[in-house]
């Protein structure tokens, strides 16, 4: 392909690949196990050929505590069912507290908002905290296994909070603030919580949200709940009936216990929606958590002790998870809570410089606005640390990717990663000892044996294929939560190809090992990095009296944005009318969040379905993104073919648009 015949926008120099971490990590095991690699890919083919004694010398390089040893790294390579570190005993949070243990005044977090000034909270008080906040909980009657949940914004607090829970083997799950309560309620409701931390509202766009109405109808809708901790963060006089205080959790002095648990004990449930059903409740370890974070930020971040880290996230993301975890590095997080476009989006570069960040994450979305606008980081801050760039969510245009070097000089490192919150890891992404080339992630990540498949199962060479994953990662799901036979995990990942991972992108692998990856293969929503199901959407819209049926595709795809058009069938004799179209969108603003609020609203006859009454998504999805009709569907597998013509009129007629834009 034409990209082979590439230069590279980033080579790194001699003296930076001497001090990655990835290059200390290849000479230990050059010193440690007698092996030597001519380069990274090299190194990747032995971290998934030997995966066994890729995870133990992780687990040895890193120095991993722990109260008891593992007596096996892994006990098969069957997916899903895969055990890891059989026997060790460990807690994440005592990784944690390992870090500049005498040192009274380096920032652990350093926290600012739209309705805050920059806070500075030191390793010393952070621990402090951590401790008397676990120590709370345990009062309140909190074990190992309860499940703590979170509807806070993303402000030191809610890190503190996570890492209390995770000290004493609870399971913590978050929702952001400004996720409506139907959508909360789908979330926490399948997982039974004990206590809930709580913010009064939060501040967006230079605008107030009084969220304590919303606290009231969680509380009373969750009738496993106990406990209520309120953080007055809009109004410091804010209460709730029955809450306590945040400020009450804080003793003046504590002392940390960590609860020493098995690798595979659940830490998190996160959630990522398919196209049925209720959102999906992964739950993740311990162990894998710990080990991945360890594995990605260290070696392929290039995270330390010296670094001072943010990415921009909400605290309903997957990568709040990821930030929150570089504290196990040893690392400064910065933490951001607010519009980042406002009052420009000069914003989140002026914290940056402020924070003095040596490494900044966002979104792709957030680049390419503040390429389009025209944005100049260098003009608006000196950001004289900065070393790394990170990128994920969407896939990052190769004009982004020149656009970063054009503002922020050469020896920047994009670091262009992509994951999910599935498996709470990297699949693919940046290493600071390989050349960056225009719109590609430089690598497979170690220990992921993950490739471009074809429809039966065959490896794809620099060809747009299924990304699949074929032998087992520590940070895989546990388990889904209220799915005892594991159904649910199964058909979400393993229908396709049995026995191996298929996660629902389009991947090409080049042939230089870099990645590119081209949007999502199946229905689901990725809107700015966050993945909604389709149904979830489908229960707000078919909800209103007006509309009988509906259907909405994302046609984010080969580096093109993400474009949601929404379709609806209206009750006979309603319109859609521009105060309809608003009511639709505010409703899924309401109850979902803003950023699935859809790109265009058409009104249809009727929603092409099959023979057994699916809405056949994925097939108006094709034909939107060009495929000709009888490559994409069958009239006799279809209950009302005819339905199909309107879609193929308008992916004409928006195809015609683009040629003649």
């Known amino acids: 392909m034409a990209e082979n015949t590439l230069s590279p926008l980033w080579t790194p120099s001699p003296e930076r690949i001497a001090k990655s971490r990835m290059h200390h990590y290849m000479q230990w095991l050059q010193q440690d196990k ?9 190194l990747w083919q032995w971290s998934v050929d030997h995966l066994e004694d890729f995870w133990d010398s992780i687990w040895r390089y890193f120095d991993i505590p722990h109260s008891a040893p593992y007596t096996k790294v892994l006990d098969s390579h069957k997916m899903p069912g895969a055990k890891w570190f059989n026997g060790a005993r460990l807690n994440i949070a005592e990784q944690v507290f390992r870090f500049h243990v005498e040192d009274a005044d380096t920032p652990a977090i350093i926290g600012k908002s739209e309705a805050r000034a920059t806070v500075s909270i030191t390793w010393r008080e952070m621990r402090r905290q951590i401790a008397s906040v676990a120590n709370a909980l345990r009062d ?24 209390a829970c995770a000290s004493i083997g609870a399971v913590w799950s978050s929702c952001s603030p400004d996720m409506g309560t139907p959508s909360v309620l789908d979330r926490f409701g399948q997982i039974a919580p004990k206590v809930l931390f709580a913010v009064d509202g939060y501040r967006y766009g230079g605008k107030d949200f009084d969220r304590r109405d919303v606290v009231t109808g969680l509380v009373q809708s969750l009738p496993t709940l106990e406990h209520v901790v309120l953080l007055p963060y ?38 990522s929606s398919g196209t049925t059903g209720m959102p999906k409740p992964i739950v993740h370890g311990q162990g894998g958590t710990l080990i991945e974070a360890l594995k990605g930020h260290g070696l392929h971040g290039d995270l330390g002790e010296q670094d001072r880290f943010m990415w921009f996230s909400t605290t309903g993301w997957i990568m709040w998870n990821s930030q929150v975890t570089g504290l196990l590095l040893g690392s400064t997080i910065a933490v951001y809570d607010g ?46 640390g900065l070393h790394t760039i990170g990128s994920t969510g969407s896939p990052l245009s190769a004009d982004a990717f020149t656009w970063i070097y054009e503002q922020l000089g050469p020896d920047i490192l994009l670091s262009s990663i992509s994951g999910g919150t599935d498996v709470a890891a990297s699949f693919v992404g940046g290493c600071p000892i390989v050349p960056l080339y225009a719109g590609e992630m430089q690598c497979r990540c170690l220990g992921i ?21 074929t032998k087992p990662m520590p940070s895989m799901p546990l388990f889904f939560w209220n799915d005892p036979e594991g159904k649910r995990y199964h058909d979400s990942y393993f229908d396709t190809y049995d026995g191996w991972w298929r996660h629902g992108d389009w991947l090409r692998i080049t042939p230089r090992g870099g990645a590119i990856i081209y949007g999502r293969s199946d229905t689901t929503i990725n809107r700015h990095g966050v993945r909604m199901g389709t149904s979830e959407i489908y229960r707000v819209v078919e909800g209103m009296p007006e509309i009988l049926d509906s259907l909405v595709v994302d046609l984010e ?78 009239p006799d597998a279809m209950s009302n073919p005819g339905s199909l013509a309107y879609f193929v009129d308008l992916a004409g007629r928006r195809a015609q648009a683009q040629v003649t834009a």
């Open 34 to 42: 007698k092996l030597s690699f001519s380069g990274y890919e090299e």
């Open 140 to 163: 309140m009657g909190v074990q190992p296994g309860d499940r703590v949940v979170s509807y806070m914004p993303n402000v030191p607090e809610t890190v503190i909070a996570f890492y």
């Open 234 to 271: 809009l109004r410091q006089d804010a209460t709730v009936d029955g809450a306590r205080q945040w400020r009450e959790l804080l003793d003046a002095d504590s002392t940390p216990r960590f609860e020493q648990l098995p690798f595979d004990h659940p830490l998190w449930v996160v959630y």
């Open 339 to 384: 519009n980042p476009g406002y009052p420009d989006l000069g914003t989140l570069w002026k914290f940056a410089d402020e924070a003095r960040l040596t490494v900044f994450g966002a979104g792709a979305a957030y680049y390419a606005n503040c390429m389009k606008a025209g944005i100049e980081p260098r003009k608006l801050a000196t950001l004289d």
């Open 449 to 469: 044996a993950v490739y471009a498949m074809d429809d039966a199962g065959k490896p794809l060479n620099d060809e747009v294929g299924e990304l699949v994953v």
């Open 557 to 634: 795809y080969l580096g093109r944005e993400s474009y949601m058009p929404l379709f609806v069938v209206l009750r006979p004799g309603v319109s859609l009318d521009a105060e309809l179209i608003r009511r639709i969108n505010d409703n899924i603003r309401t109850a979902l969040s803003a950023r699935h609020v859809p790109n265009e609203v058409f009104a249809v006859n009727e929603i092409p379905r099959t023979l057994s009454g699916k809405k056949m998504e994925l097939p108006v999805k094709k034909l939107m993104l060009g495929m000709a009709v009888d490559q994409v569907a069958s």
